[in-house]
C-alpha cells in the first residue's frame, strides 16, 4: 500500500512506527487530526495477520477518534494506537515501558489509554514512562463501563425512534462480542428485560457468559442472521458490509465496535434496507468522555464524567433525527454535526492569541 496517499486520503497529520529489539515491540501510532487539541486515543493490542492490515486499522481507528472527540464535544483531537501482537501472550513489564517511552517521545501530541488488548494495569506500566496516558486506576479507570452506558443510552434513542419507547422489556437482542463492554453491556439489558443472544469468537468463555446471563448462545458466523429487534456489534470493526448486510434481520443497529461499516456506501445499504444504524463514534462515546474528565484543570469527577456520558442518548436522538429530515445515512448525518465543529473552532482558534 501507498502510506502517504493513504495519508493524504483520509487527512493523516503523523504516523510513527516504533520498533524495539530489547522486547520485540512492535508499535504504529497513527495521529489523525489536532485541530481541537491534543489527539486522544486508546491502544490495541492484536496479532495482525500483516502490516497492511495494522497499518489500515490504525489509520480507519484514528480517522474515528477525531470524529468521536468532535462528536462528544470535547477539545481533543482524534489518534490511535496499535501494538502488533497477542495480548494473551506477550505481554510483558519491559515491552509496555518501551511503548511508554515512544509515547513520551511524541511530546504530548497523542494521549493513549486502554484499547481492545489492553487495560488499566498496563497502561499503569506505560504511565512508568509517560505522563501522556489516561485510564488509570486512580482517575477514570477502565473505560468500559461508560462505553456500556454510552451505548445503552443511545440503544433507548433508537428505540424511540422505531417503537416510539424506548422500553426494551421483551425486545431481543443479538450481542455480538462479549469482553468487557460486550458483558457488561449484555447484563444492563438483561436488567432492562431484554432477551438475548450471544456470541463471541473465544467460546468457552463467551458460552460460559451467556450461560450466567440466561442468554442463548449463537456461532459467531450465524450471528447475523439471528432474528432479533437489535443488533449489537461489540468486537471489530468492518463486520457491516455486502457479505452480512443481507443476512441482517433486525430493526436497529446499536453497538460499541469501531468503524462497524466496511465502506461509507454501506450506510446507505443499511437506510434502503430500513435499519436504524446508530454511528459507531457516537454511540461508543462514553469511554473517551470518561477518560477526557481526567485532563480538567481540577481532575477526574465521576459525576461530572457519567453525566455527560448519559447525554449520548440525547446526540444520537438528534443525528437520527437529521438523518430522517434530510434523508441522508446516519453516518453522514453524524458526520456533518463533528466536521462542522472542527471548522468552526478551527478557525476560531486560528485568531492569534498572545501566551
Given at each position: 500500500?501507498?502510506?502517504?496517499e493513504s495519508?493524504?486520503?483520509f487527512?493523516?497529520?503523523?504516523?510513527?512506527?516504533?520498533?524495539?529489539?530489547?522486547?520485540?515491540?512492535?508499535?504504529?501510532v497513527?495521529?489523525?487530526?489536532?485541530?481541537?487539541?491534543?489527539?486522544?486515543?486508546?491502544c490495541r493490542?492484536?496479532?495482525y495477520d500483516?502490516?497492511?492490515?495494522?497499518?489500515v486499522?490504525v489509520l480507519?481507528?484514528s480517522?474515528?477518534?477525531?470524529?468521536?472527540?468532535?462528536?462528544?464535544?470535547?477539545d481533543?483531537?482524534?489518534g490511535?494506537?496499535?501494538?502488533?501482537?497477542?495480548?494473551r501472550?506477550?505481554k510483558?513489564?519491559?515491552l509496555?515501558?518501551?511503548?511508554?517511552?515512544?509515547?513520551?517521545?511524541l511530546?504530548g501530541?497523542?494521549?493513549?489509554?486502554e484499547?481492545v488488548?489492553?487495560?488499566?494495569?498496563?497502561?499503569?506500566?506505560?504511565?512508568?514512562?509517560?505522563?501522556?496516558?489516561?485510564?488509570?486506576?486512580?482517575?477514570?479507570?477502565?473505560p468500559s463501563p461508560?462505553t456500556a452506558?454510552?451505548?445503552?443510552?443511545g440503544?433507548?434513542a433508537?428505540?424511540?425512534?422505531?417503537?416510539?419507547?424506548?422500553?426494551?422489556?421483551g425486545?431481543?437482542?443479538?450481542?455480538?462480542?462479549?469482553g468487557h463492554?460486550?458483558?457488561l453491556?449484555?447484563k444492563a439489558l438483561?436488567d432492562?428485560?431484554?432477551?438475548l443472544?450471544?456470541?463471541?469468537?473465544?467460546?468457552?468463555?463467551?458460552k460460559?457468559t451467556a450461560?450466567?446471563?440466561g442468554?442463548t448462545?449463537?456461532e459467531?458466523?450465524?450471528?447475523?442472521r439471528?432474528?432479533?429487534d437489535?443488533?449489537a456489534?461489540?468486537a471489530l470493526?468492518a463486520i457491516?458490509n455486502?457479505?452480512?448486510i443481507?443476512?441482517?434481520?433486525c430493526?436497529?443497529?446499536?453497538?460499541s465496535a469501531?468503524n462497524?461499516?466496511?465502506?461509507?456506501?454501506?450506510?446507505?445499504?443499511?437506510?434502503?434496507k430500513?435499519?436504524?444504524?446508530?454511528?459507531?463514534?457516537?454511540i461508543?462515546g462514553?469511554?473517551?468522555?470518561?477518560?477526557?474528565?481526567e485532563?480538567?484543570?481540577d481532575g477526574?469527577h465521576p459525576?461530572r464524567?457519567y453525566?455527560?456520558?448519559?447525554?449520548?442518548?440525547?446526540?444520537v436522538?438528534e443525528?437520527l433525527?437529521?438523518?430522517?429530515?434530510?434523508?441522508?445515512p446516519?453516518?453522514?448525518a453524524?458526520?456533518?454535526i463533528a466536521?462542522?465543529?472542527?471548522?468552526?473552532l478551527?478557525?476560531?482558534?486560528?485568531?492569534?492569541v498572545p501566551?
Open positions: 500500500m501507498n502510506i502517504f495519508m493524504e486520503k487527512g493523516h497529520e503523523e504516523l510513527v512506527f516504533w520498533y524495539d529489539k530489547t522486547t520485540g515491540l512492535k508499535a504504529i497513527a495521529i489523525h487530526d489536532t485541530t481541537l487539541g491534543p489527539a486522544l486515543g486508546g493490542m492484536w496479532p500483516d502490516e497492511k492490515e495494522a497499518i486499522d480507519r481507528l480517522r474515528g477518534m477525531t470524529y468521536k472527540n468532535a462528536a462528544m464535544g470535547l481533543l483531537g482524534g490511535k494506537s496499535i501494538i502488533w501482537a497477542d495480548s501472550k506477550d510483558s513489564e519491559a509496555f515501558r518501551s511503548f511508554g517511552r515512544l509515547i513520551q517521545s511530546g501530541r497523542y494521549i493513549t489509554a484499547d488488548g489492553t487495560n488499566a494495569d498496563d497502561m499503569a506500566t506505560v504511565s512508568r514512562e509517560t505522563e501522556f496516558v489516561g485510564g488509570l486506576k486512580e482517575t477514570s479507570g477502565d461508560a452506558l454510552g451505548v445503552l443510552e440503544m433507548k433508537a428505540a424511540r425512534m422505531v417503537w416510539e419507547t424506548d422500553d426494551l422489556h425486545k431481543t437482542v443479538a450481542i455480538q462480542g462479549m463492554v460486550g458483558t453491556l449484555a438483561k432492562e428485560g431484554a432477551n443472544i450471544v456470541t463471541d469468537i473465544h467460546p468457552e468463555e463467551g460460559q450461560d450466567e446471563l442468554a448462545w449463537a459467531p458466523d450465524q450471528i447475523y439471528v432474528a432479533a437489535i443488533f456489534p461489540c470493526g457491516l455486502d457479505d452480512t443481507p443476512q441482517l434481520r430493526k436497529v443497529i446499536a453497538g469501531n462497524q461499516l466496511k465502506e461509507p456506501r454501506h450506510g446507505l445499504d443499511l437506510m434502503r430500513k435499519i436504524v444504524y446508530v454511528p459507531d463514534y457516537v461508543n462514553g469511554g473517551v468522555v470518561n477518560v477526557a474528565d485532563l480538567h484543570r477526574y459525576e464524567a453525566a455527560r456520558v448519559r447525554q449520548i442518548g440525547t446526540q436522538g443525528i433525527r437529521r438523518a430522517d429530515t434530510e434523508r441522508i446516519t453516518q453522514e453524524a458526520d456533518r466536521e462542522s465543529r472542527i471548522h468552526v478551527g478557525r476560531v482558534q486560528a485568531t492569534y501566551e
